[in-house]
């Protein structure tokens, strides 16, 4: 199984940017899927970004295409979400998950490891 644990959120205005890391420990040999998916207050956790560890194929959510960019760092068995032009309504908890699979996957139920998550404040 693989461990993951998020890091870099945070407080920031909008218009600003924050990168978001998660860190994957474990049986990182194995070809996986890592995606981030993202729960505002009060509302169901949503697909963010995925990528596949082999290939490095990406796929993003129409509300994030343009603002964000997901990339993983094999020496260090990353991924990172850099998120650009923030807005108010990216206010949520942030979550990175993961599956052994080498197809892009944006589905919460198909991911069955998943991080503790980490809180992204977006002020107006």
């Known amino acids: 199984q693989v461990q993951l644990v998020e890091s870099g959120g945070g407080l920031v205005q909008a218009g600003g940017s924050l990168r978001l890391s998660c860190a994957a420990s474990?049986?990182?040999?194995?070809?996986?899927?890592l995606g981030w998916f993202r729960q505002a207050p009060g509302k169901g956790r949503v697909f963010v970004a995925a990528i596949t560890w082999t290939g490095g194929r990406t796929n993003y959510a129409d509300s994030v295409k343009g603002r964000f960019t997901i990339s993983r760092d094999g020496a260090n068995n990353s991924v990172y979400l850099q998120m650009n032009s923030l807005k108010p309504e990216d206010t949520a908890v942030y979550y990175c998950a993961a599956r052994y699979t080498t197809a892009i996957v944006t589905s919460e139920e198909e991911y069955r490891y998943w991080g503790q998550g980490t809180q992204v404040t977006v002020s107006s």
């Open positions: 474990g049986r990182t040999f194995s070809p996986y899927t």
